[in-house]
């Protein structure tokens, strides 16, 4: 049997052109073999990859943490977006770790393959902090809190899963299944996570240079990309980052315009003492849960009692917050070594996010936002009643 013909690989013709697209499982060596084989018995002009940029970098390069400053993290507000890409990049090497293969090893085959035989590499993905962007962005408030939930979650999760069932994975009628319920149950993560990037990973691969092109994508998109064969696809305007939300932008100042009417209303009213009494009600909240929090993420002590005094006020202040005076103190405390920043490419579980410097970094600040918007709410409601 070629390797044209295996259950993983979809012939597509383009203006004369053949397309193969190989639908892999991440962590699967059965995926590595059939990668290598395909573009071994092809020999394809162009091999394109699901990848962009800065992952392409992180399979070639896995000392490329060392440059990775954390005080660049935090003045540039990444720590929300570099903390959601450990922990996904994290799962995958459990699982891979569980089944002996290394999170992206057909990807890094397909790439070494395209160098042994002289054929063009294309990196077909969008790139990472587009579509995150642009997945937070089509999140309501209420989908980002669960998101994150599920995301913290997934570090203490320890189900067990065998090679035939990620090999499932690869099977067109479960891939089919598997999209079409994620869909109806997270239809707002459907269209940036899954459906904007089939249309742009199609397009790049038609766009390849070369009469035969081999693309090696996520089964899962096989598809969706099959489907937008002959679509227009605009890449750039699919890389742009939507405004936030009109809810979003007004978040920021619900606590300050709150603080401000409860003082409006202790001058009109005359009541001082009740709504003096009120807001120092809403400032012991704030710096409780912000301290709090900061505790029970392993903050330094001299973390959490600045991220607490500070959250009050902060929290007054559009754009800014206790989460990145955490970060920033913790930062300075407990300055990550060459160590900890190499040390994020091996980060597995809840223990090695906490016992990494750089990572701890993270999960601190994230912890003290999270407490400071929770003491600030409790405040909120304080200064109502």
Request: hydrophobic residues 50%.
């Amino acid at each position: 049997m070629s390797a044209a013909s295996l259950d993983c690989v979809t012939h597509l013709e383009y203006k004369g052109r053949d397309i193969y697209l190989v639908g892999t499982a991440h962590v699967s060596q059965r995926s590595v073999d059939d990668v290598g084989r395909v573009i071994e018995d092809i020999r394809p002009d162009t091999v394109c990859v699901e990848l962009d940029a800065a992952r392409h970098q992180a399979l070639v390069d896995p000392k490329r943490w060392r440059s990775l400053d954390i005080f660049q993290v935090i003045r540039e507000r990444r720590i929300t977006f570099l903390l959601t890409s450990l922990v996904l990049s994290s799962y995958q090497r459990r699982l891979g770790a569980k089944l002996g293969v290394r999170p992206g090893a057909e990807m890094l085959a397909a790439i070494d393959q395209a160098e042994r035989i002289g054929a063009e590499l294309v990196l077909a993905d969008r790139d990472m902090p587009a579509t995150l962007r642009r997945t937070w962005a089509a999140l309501s408030v209420w989908d980002c809190v669960q998101l994150t939930g599920t995301l913290v979650g997934s570090m203490f999760a320890k189900g067990e899963i065998t090679e035939e069932q990620v090999e499932a994975l690869k099977d067109r009628d479960n891939i089919s299944e598997l999209v079409r319920e994620f869909a109806e149950l997270m239809p707002r993560l459907q269209r940036p996570l899954i459906d904007e990037r089939d249309r742009f990973l199609m397009s790049s691969v038609r766009e390849a240079p070369g009469q035969r092109v081999v693309a090696v994508v996520g089964a899962g998109h096989v598809g969706g990309m099959v489907s937008y064969l002959h679509a227009d696809v605009d890449r750039e305007a699919l890389s742009e980052i939507p405004p936030p939300s009109w809810i979003r932008r007004l978040l920021p100042w619900l606590s300050p315009v709150v603080v401000l009417l409860g003082f409006a209303h202790a001058h009109a009213e005359g009541a001082r003492d009740g709504v003096l009494l009120a807001l120092a009600g809403w400032a012991i909240a704030n710096v409780g849960f912000t301290a709090l929090f900061g505790l029970i993420a392993r903050a330094h002590l001299l973390t959490a009692l600045a991220a607490a005094c500070a959250a009050p006020l902060v929290v007054l202040i559009p754009g800014t917050g206790a989460g990145i005076v955490a970060a920033y103190v913790e930062a300075w405390l407990r300055r990550p070594t060459l160590a900890d920043c190499e040390g994020l490419s091996h980060v597995s579980s809840l223990r090695d996010f906490r016992s990494n410097r750089f990572t701890r970094v993270l999960i601190v600040s994230l912890a003290a936002s999270v407490g400071s918007a929770l003491g600030a709410a409790i405040g909120v409601i304080w200064l109502l009643v």
